[in-house]
């Protein structure tokens, strides 16, 4: 497999890609790893400016029309999510590394503005699995989580659009996995 400069990292609601994408960001600081734009309230103790940018609707909506975002998305029928253009574009000119940790709309969106990227979808190891983590984070509301269960199915099954697929059955392991696949 080649390597690549940009590597989107795509999966389900609850497979990790956050936790992945954190361990990247600790341990390879030459790689920048993309802050998501959100409409969604903080979950307990995420930080603005580090875990998500979180911006109103109205403000998302803005930035959104005058062309800021790389890709945009409504996740779960509920908040709105999207890459911010600027840091991704001037990190690459400097031939800085971006991996960018989106869902599966946005990959979508990116593979067709920037197909050179690589693509990579984070698995859970079992269903069952998937379901013990999202219930664990007890963030979400049952109804919440039955949406996001539903959601989950339909990403699931969009592994094969993706360039490799990496079972996050370990963070430290499916982290090193995605490193080795970025260009430094």
Known sequence: MTRRRLVVLAGPTAVGKGTVAARVRQQHPEILVSVSA???PPRPGEVDGEDYVFLTPAEF???QASG?????????????????RA?????????R?????IDLQGARQVRQSMPGALFVFLAPPSWDELVRRLTGRG???PAEQRARLETARVELAAAAEFDVT???????R???????????
């Not at 800021?68 to 911010?84: D, I, K, N, P, Q």
């Not at 840091?87 to 031939?95: D, I, K, N, Q």
């Open 87 to 95: 840091p991704v574009e001037a990190a690459l000119e400097a031939g």
């Open 38 to 40: 959100t409409t969604r």
């Open 97 to 101: 590394p971006v991996l960018l940790e």
């Open 68 to 84: 800021e975002f790389l890709e945009t998305a409504v996740v779960h029928g509920r908040a709105s999510y999207g890459t911010l």
């Open 139 to 141: 963030t979400e509301s």
């Open 166 to 172: 990496i079972v996050n059955d370990e963070v430290e």
């Open 61 to 63: 909506a803005r930035r």
């Open 174 to 184: 499916a982290a090193a996995q995605l490193v080795s696949l970025i260009d430094p």
